[in-house]
């Protein structure tokens, strides 16, 4: 029977252990893809952008008007406008030809051209079309008034997007504005998933009387998914020391995989051959080995000849609420994505009943929201930690922290949300 | 020159003047398609979920120990612990074939299978292993401690997933659980994206002075993806109103899209075909004109032989915040999905400066987030409307509401996120 030492970190230790073990610079050698625009959302940019160009790249009327210099209209108002020889129209995407001198206007539209010699729009509601040559203009404007200058969107030789940057919608868009028709991204990790259990069977079998279907290729796959990554199915493992250690030699030697999550043979009892195994597979080995959280307690972390695997609890709310709290922010050093604020969805609530943990780990209280009189309430769901119905009930989760023995009846509670 | 009646309508109005137009009834029809669960996070469920088994159908030990009767520890204590006959123990995945008897216990681990005649288990950490024969408790349990009994998780036909529920890992995970290995999810709504305009060109061009890229396309078509649809990218047309009608006929008759996006060509201008083709194109046509928000007035709802058209402004500030705020709600209607928490990305932070509106539309400030001395500001981020990088630099919205007339400084808001 495997007796392991049981050194308890919290995740703050561990993610350091893990930064400090983990040798980024080889991994993100060779890691940048070029991919065209239009499948760059969701991706992390592998590259500073830089403008080449300013945009707009010509002064451009944000109003429907007439085009003037503005000292022609000082002083105009309803009671006594300024009159201004039309000279002619701007035609949408068109290099107006004409060069504007003093006393004269010129109609555009919103998005339209300054002419050389232009700089301000009148708005349309405050003049009159009085002739084909003639314009009335009842309201004075200042110098660059409605109009964005050639450079005041993007000006030329600007870092506009940092490396590591997660592209939104807009991100792309302003890369669609500079004409990045392709960019270069991180390749999306790779992460393996392997279920192992005597008692775990594939979902597509009825299980005995003491098996269980396999829950965490699915829980964790999506959470892969969601993380934004590629899963890998590996399937299911018996208790099997032999097949485990055949199957992790495997995917050591896979390039193609990047992170290995096992899930279930991580607690101390007669199946625990992950922790041996793992520590035979290469050095360093295991890293960590005991979470102060709960649950999730009995997790490893073990880094490999540089290929990083984590052993996960088999309990599918184990290993979700695991997954969120370590894998998760693993994953995004592993993505080359810096911070933004959103990459964790949380919203506040007051807690509608107290929560106790033992101080010196973090808990996670799965909660329902309800609105009650305009106000959100958190309502922990009960009901025994092995149940995945109770992960389902739940729309987020309240965390008590390291040093916290408690949270109270009516407290503010921030609560992050499963999606 | 069109001169169409603005008859401006808040968000709330338009949506509902679009739920009572929209025949909701044929156009779920044949929607359900039947995927692999593998595939199903993130989708919508196009069935009620109703479990066939109990989960986990047996009774199942939630720690390693001893499964006994409870009766036999009553009274155990450290001084004076109860002596039971070792009959066995139960290895995992297997039906234990022993009954248990008063008097017995066997030795059981975390997921194992309770003996018939057990009702509870005593944790390892309160026994002593005497010999292969007899072991020592010392604490006693009551009925069904440290089981999950076997209806406990999941019961037998109940309804445990919901019609139009969005599927996260956990749903998945649940799913899995049933041994549900294909589910009837509803077909991703298909998004057809048209940007109009003479000055747009498409991203591989450089603008002419007058010209811009074609911005629109990549935000919308990004924005599509976030909100869980198919983009389909029908590229540029040119400001001619023969030319709309054709693409918006062809959009009518494709079967396979679902809603018609198409920026710019909605202000009044010279430019507004938009409204006038929509008129032509079926009945009911144009259901609303005009939005009070800002940015985002000139946007058209029309809907035309039962498929939907968006117009939205030219200007991709603009167009992003009417998707944000008007479409994704009509998307949510799309993909049949029922309200879940976390389906838009909010943070509360203090806003850092006053900001100003009329009362009677909504307004959207950009803001910048920023953590100054353990509390998160919300900074108006400065810039015209038209400008793109506005919106790169902004992590999020802040809504001043239809009637209010302003946010001031140090005021709590809830900010809403863009990823």
Redesign the interface.
Known sequence: MVQPLFKVRTIEESLKIFRQSFDFTPFFKNRAEQIE??H???RVLAEDIVSAEN????N?S?M?GYAVKASDTFGASDSLPAYLDLVGEI??????SCQLQAGQAVRI?????LPEGADSVVMLEYTEYLSPTMVEISRSVATWENV?RED???RKNTK??EKGR????????????????KIKVFKKPVVAIIST????IS?????????????????????V??AGCIPY?AGIIK?NEEMLKNELQKCLENPELDLVLISGGS?????DYTLEVLDYLGLPGVLVHGLALKPGKPTIISLNKQKLFIGLP?H?VSA?MVFDNVVRKIIFDLKGEIF???QK????ALLESNVFSDAGREEYIRVM?KNKNGQLWAIPVL???????S??T???YVTIKLNQEGLYQGEKVSVT???
């Open positions: 625009l239009i760059a959302f969701g945009i707009p790249g010509f451009r944000t429907d035609r949408m995407s068109e290099k107006p539209s919103t998005g339209g051209m964005l005041e969107d993007i506009v997007l997660y592209l939104r919608p807009q991100d792309v868009g302003l890369l669609a504005a500079l004409g990045w028709e259990g005597d008692e775990i979902i597509d079998n009825k299980p005995e009387p003491g098996q269980v279907r396999d829950i965490n290729t699915y829980t964790l796959g999506a959470a998914k969601q199915y208790d607690s101390v009892g007669t199946r088999g599918p979700m933004r604020f959103g969805n949380t919203i506040d929201l009901g025994k930690s092995g149940m995945i119905s992960l389902a739940a729309d987020g949300l499963f999606a």
